[in-house]
């Protein structure tokens, strides 16, 4: 569980999610992680999930379906960039979830870029309940991956510890370029 970034996400998930909440994941992909946080929030909650490929988004509605969860989730063939223009209004989110990279066995060349995950970053703090959390995979073995994943590590080292929390789960002692993950927590009021 815990040697696998994919996993370790999945079982930070299963901890914060709960019912009712409402969620982001901006990276559809596959969509392994929009079923998951589906299948946390329950009936009442909802998830809005994003991708820039319409093949993910299909793939990602397939897997809804399949699982019998695609009610509860609105599905936006856009960039994250855009996040701001697909979250509802006064709703905050318990939880955002970005797998940033490219999409498995698909085209490699379509990545996700420093400045638009920077964007929708930005954009998803603002939306954070207090104690919401956002769990950032980043990966530096493919071009522009450090850049990306850099940039994303300065801008949330500054955040102000008086509002949020910033942490970052790396392994060390591994060959090549292991994953890392960013996690951005915003504190409960006090
Ligand atoms: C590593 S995959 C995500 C895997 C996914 N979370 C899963 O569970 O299968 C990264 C995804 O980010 C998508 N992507 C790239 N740029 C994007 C952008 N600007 N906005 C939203 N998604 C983007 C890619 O199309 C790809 O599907």
Known sequence: MFTRATSLVHHM??????EGDHVL???????????????LVGAKGRVVGMDIQ?????????????????DRCSLHCMSHAFVGDVLE???GLACAVFNLG???????SVITRPQSSRRAHEAVIDRLSPGGVVF????TGHEGGQDEAEGLLAWSRQLPPTHFS????????????????????RRAKR
Do not use: F
Not at 13 to 18: E, F, G, Y
Not at 54 to 62: D, F, L, M, V
């Open 166 to 185: 910033v942490a970052r789960h790396e392994w060390i002692n591994q060959n090549g370029h292991p994953p890392s993950i960013l996690v951005i927590t």
């Open 25 to 39: 994941d901006a990276t559809c992909g596959n969509g392994y992680d929009t079923e998951l946080l589906a299948s």
């Open 102 to 108: 490219y999409l498995p066995g698909s085209d490699k």
């Open 89 to 91: 209004e006064g709703t």
């Open 13 to 18: 998930l299963r901890a914060h999610v709960r």
């Open 54 to 70: 319409e093949e993910a988004i299909a793939a990602t509605r397939t897997r809804l379906v399949e699982a019998g969860l695609v």
């Open 136 to 139: 950032t995979t980043m990966y």
